[in-house]
């Protein structure tokens, strides 16, 4: 069965260090992966996506597939990033995704 | 910039009644979702509805659950009879094709008593 593990359930960066949220997956298949996030008192939006191969805000995430991995990446946090972060996977079947359950990331200044 | 909007925004309900949640999706979007997430755990998927029926389901998604389309733009999730336990933030989200982005609301947040 399909499963997202994001190990850290809270994370605190300071200002200008880098940072890595770790989200790790289990699917036999060819999974799409995302990373949404939810700022406070904001819904929760798409952050970026594996297939887009782009860098938003700042991140990045590489699918790593010998390590079933897709670890979200920024080389220097910025205080606006502090967010929850939810890392998600979609099968190449059906329409569902599935959530871990998500890093809370604090950015000290 | 057009949004998925969830109305109530909190409701607070005694065990055994019936609650509806509604969802306005996006004009043009096809495809129709609602999620939960009970406090503290993580985002859980209920519902997927695509051409007015349910494509997918979860476990949770039990007989007290159903979803409709009434109106052509109004996207609803009923719970027939409350239990404590169904207590949390339900989102509706959608999206325009198969593998397009998926837009979620602002949540719905249930307390049943």
């Known amino acids: 069965a399909q499963r997202v593990t994001q190990p850290e359930k809270l994370l605190s960066v300071f200002k200008g260090a880098p940072v890595e949220l770790k989200c790790n997956y289990s699917?036999?298949?060819?999974?799409?992966l995302f990373w949404y996030v939810q700022y406070s008192r904001q819904r929760l939006q798409l952050l970026l996506r594996?297939?887009s191969r782009e860098s938003i805000k700042g991140f990045t995430a590489d699918l790593n597939k010998g390590e079933t991995s897709f670890h979200l990446k920024k080389p220097f946090a910025q205080e606006e990033d502090s967010a929850m972060y939810y890392c998600?996977?979609?099968?190449?079947?059906?329409?569902?995704?599935?959530f871990g359950t998500g890093t809370s990331l604090t950015v000290i200044p | 910039e057009p949004e998925v909007t969830q109305t109530p925004s909190h409701q607070v309900t005694q065990m055994g009644q019936e609650v509806i949640l509604r969802c306005v999706p996006i004009?043009?979007?096809?495809?129709f979702y609602w999620y939960r997430q009970i406090l503290g755990q993580k985002v859980e998927f209920l519902v997927s509805?695509?051409?007015?029926?349910?494509?997918?389901k979860s476990e949770i998604f039990d007989d007290q659950f159903s979803v409709e389309r009434p109106d052509g733009s109004n996207f609803t999730l009923k719970i027939r009879s409350t239990k404590l336990e169904d207590s949390a933030m339900y989102f509706c989200?959608?999206?325009?094709?198969?593998?397009?982005?998926?837009?979620f609301g602002e949540g719905s947040r249930l307390t049943v008593l």
């Open positions: 989200a959608s999206k325009q094709t198969n593998t397009g982005e998926l837009f």
């Open positions: 699917y036999s298949g060819s999974p799409e």
């Open positions: 594996h297939i």
């Open positions: 998600a996977l979609k099968k190449m079947t059906g329409n569902q995704f599935y």
């Open positions: 004009s043009n979007h096809l495809y």
């Open positions: 509805f695509y051409n007015n029926e349910i494509s997918e």
